[in-house]
């Protein structure tokens, strides 16, 4: 085969350090586009993108080219170093140390982004932590719950 093909998506999803309410309306069109920019920047396609003010769900085409670790690193950190430069929120702006990346199938592809966009009538239900033990046990992931929050 002459051409080499790619298609993979994921579902990102990661908090603020302690769950801290720091994405502000203001903040979060502006931020979600930087978060989309340097998804773009690593050769990704950004599909959706949602959250609430303590925590950020993406859905990505994954880059052929950039390693998830080399992805997650960039969101958060690039995004952080970001948002504390152009002081866009009173005090220190940080992500929590994990995150979560799931695998979203082609025929799951439009649910997913329908859930990721309707995130503020979703959490009117169901807390960060409540969503993502039930991500965590959708997805089979063992973990201990002493080291999932920090």
């Known amino acids: 085969m002459g051409q080499s093909l790619h298609v993979k998506y994921s579902h990102l999803v ?5 769950r801290e309410a ?3 309306a203001e903040l979060e069109p502006e931020l979600h586009a930087y ?3 340097i998804v773009n920047d690593l050769g990704a396609h950004l599909l959706a993108i949602g959250g609430m003010p303590d925590h950020v769900h993406l859905i990505i085409r994954d880059s052929k080219t950039a390693a998830d ?3 997650i690193k960039e969101l958060k ?3 952080s170093k970001w948002v504390n430069s152009s002081s866009k929120t009173p005090g220190r702006f940080a992500w929590q140390a994990g995150y979560g990346w799931f695998s979203v199938s082609p025929k799951g592809l ?3 982004r329908a859930y990721v966009h309707n995130q503020k009538a979703h959490h009117e239900k169901a807390s960060f932590q409540q969503e993502y033990r039930k991500f965590l046990k959708q997805y089979g992931v063992d973990y201990d719950e002493r080291y999932v929050w920090d």
């Open 69 to 71: 670790v080399q992805m």
């Open 77 to 79: 950190g690039g995004s």
């Open 110 to 112: 439009e649910a997913a």
């Open 22 to 24: 720091l994405i502000s």
């Open 14 to 18: 990661f908090s603020t350090k302690h």
């Open 35 to 37: 978060l989309g920019g």
